[in-house]
């Protein structure tokens, strides 16, 4: 069985170019999570969805930034006209059901790097 | 806002002896978990303790809860180098999602 796994693992950009962060969740998993980390920090929670549902998106920065988990496909982390106080690392989590986190299934993560 | 918040900050110790590090939370939650993130890597899931528990045991972990004083510790027995790693402790309240503390910088000596 394969884990959460997260593509690419190192993401290189330059100031105002898009960067596309990929997840997909554990098998069988319909509820993604994404943190962001900044260096020398802990976890922060940005957005959580379902299939085709956004749930929870109090994390996540009003502009620059969405998220989409569609029917077919991984999830999309996007974030538009990066900016050098983007680069972290970025962790997408799945969990089989929704209002209990039992146990979150983390992927290796992203790291960003905006030059 | 910052749920869990752990203490201390970093931790030295010498390979063999035991090392403890809490958690503090401010609202109610169904569990709080602990994880591991060795440098530059991903977050491995150690422990899991539910509300209704105080203590619960993984071979050389052991994690406490004290929902009256909102805090949990972990203690590793008998540590080793290969344990030198960031540890955060994560609790799951009721809206869904796991909020993370800032985490622990822990050193084992050889």
């Known amino acids: 069985n394969a884990g959460v796994?997260?593509?690419?693992?190192h993401l290189v950009r330059r100031r105002g170019q898009e960067a596309r962060l990929r997840c997909s969740p554990?098998?069988?998993?319909?509820?993604?999570?994404?943190?962001?980390?900044?260096?020398?920090?802990?976890?922060?929670f940005m957005v959580y969805l379902q299939k085709e549902n956004i749930i929870d998106e109090s994390g996540m920065p009003k502009e620059r930034?969405?998220?989409e988990f569609p029917k077919e496909g991984p999830s999309i982390l996007r974030i538009q006209q990066v900016v050098r106080?983007?680069?972290?690392?970025?962790?997408?989590?799945?969990?089989?059901?929704?209002?209990?986190?039992?146990?979150?299934?983390?992927?290796?993560?992203?790291?960003?790097?905006v030059v | 806002s910052q749920q869990g918040e752990e203490d201390p900050q970093a931790l030295s110790i010498q390979e063999g002896e035991n090392a403890t590090m809490n958690c503090s939370y401010k609202t109610s939650i169904n569990n709080l978990q602990w994880y591991r993130q060795n440098s530059g890597r991903g977050l491995v899931h150690l422990i899991l303790i539910r509300s209704n528990?105080?203590?619960?045991?993984?071979?050389?972990?052991?994690?406490?809860?004290?929902?009256?004083?909102?805090s949990s510790s972990l203690l590793i027995t008998a540590s080793r180098a290969a344990d030198t790693a960031s540890y955060f402790c994560a609790t799951d309240e009721a809206n869904s999602k796991l909020t993370f503390g800032k985490g622990i910088t822990l050193s084992v000596r050889p």
Not at chain 1, 5 to 9: E, I, L
Not at chain 1, 26 to 37: A, D
Not at chain 1, 88 to 103: D, H
């Open chain 1, 85 to 113: 106080g983007d680069s972290a690392a970025y962790f997408c989590a799945s969990s089989p059901m929704q209002g209990r986190f039992l146990e979150a299934f983390f992927g290796q993560g992203t790291r960003l790097t």
């Open chain 2, 53 to 70: 528990e105080r203590e619960k045991h993984s071979g050389r972990l052991r994690v406490t809860l004290d929902t009256s004083k909102k």
């Open chain 1, 65 to 67: 930034f969405s998220a």
């Open chain 1, 5 to 9: 796994m997260q593509n690419p693992r």
């Open chain 1, 26 to 44: 554990v098998k069988g998993h319909s509820h993604v999570y994404w943190y962001r980390q900044l260096p020398e920090e802990g976890l922060k």
